[in-house]
């Protein structure tokens, strides 16, 4: 792109957010590692795109300090840091965002957000209106809402009600 | 870019959100139009971006519905839609995780939102931990916390403290 990815002069948090977060894809595969994906393989089954720039996205998460990458036995694992889970206020003002005022006009999402002890749908500023609280990203339940028109089977999965954060393997 | 500027296969509100700000520098307009920015050349001044690239994210602003360009005498405005408004908590979340976690670590932001009746420091949820409310978009204050390396003539009005949408003309 002509563009380069830094905005030097900016000197602002929004900017130097999207510095980290503000490639295409990167949003959405830290939505992915939200709602608990970890593997790579499974990354790019529910994304949808290349391995290279997954790859790619992954490892500059890594260097940014928004995932850890964890090698052990097995396949390894990506999973958020603090940092990271930081992100969840502003990966759910996306969200119902978009669900309210993107492209296509408002629609019932395909997950909600809820707050796990109410059940309750958490708002654009995260707040839960029944129980007048901000509850952590550990407290949120991903509940489908409507069908979604994707088949494959990281989507068929996250079908069911799941607990953010809650890994997915 | 190698990739288009749509996801089409995501279904998914962040997706939806992405195609409309997720261009480089189109949450900095935002970001401007939030501090009461209404005027194309103190957008260009204020980002330093070729009027070619501005041109082109303000029109898109417009067709998606954040933008209204209001002409009459004098300049054309640009002023934020409802949706546009709306678009506060996500800004917001990032400001505050770029100043807490962005590159080059944190740091004082340059300035820094806060509750207009009590002056307290709002959080990346938009929340006053002082009120225990969220405040309303234009109940925000923008206040100066440290020198900005920036001189042009924008950067040094929004020295001053500012109500958030309070147009600077």
Redesign the interface.
């Given at each position: 792109?002509a563009?380069g990815?830094?905005?030097a002069?900016?000197?602002?948090?929004?900017?130097?957010?999207?510095?980290?977060i503000?490639e295409?894809?990167t949003?959405?595969i830290v939505?992915d590692c939200l709602y608990g994906v970890t593997r790579f393989s499974d990354l790019q089954v529910h994304?949808?795109i290349s391995k290279a720039?997954l790859a790619d996205r992954l490892e500059s998460l890594v260097a940014?300090?928004?995932l850890e990458k964890l090698t052990g036995e097995g396949h390894p694992e990506y999973v958020l840091t603090r940092?990271g889970r930081?992100?969840w206020?502003?990966?759910n003002?996306?969200?119902?965002?978009?669900?309210?005022?993107?492209?296509?006009g408002t629609r019932t999402?395909?997950r909600a957000f809820r707050h796990a002890d109410c059940g309750s749908l958490i708002d654009?500023?995260?707040?839960c209106t029944a129980c007048k609280i901000?509850p952590e990203v550990t407290e949120i339940i991903s509940t489908p809402e409507r069908a979604?028109?994707?088949t494959d089977p990281v989507t068929q999965r996250l079908r069911e009600p799941r607990r953010l954060l809650d890994p997915l393997r």
């Open positions: 792109m563009l990815k830094d905005y002069d900016q000197d602002c948090g929004i900017a130097r957010t999207l510095e980290i503000g295409r894809w949003a959405l939505r994304l949808d720039v940014n300090g928004v940092a930081d992100l206020p502003l990966i003002a996306m969200a119902q965002w978009g669900n309210r005022h993107g492209t296509g999402p395909t654009i500023n995260g707040f901000i979604s028109r994707r």
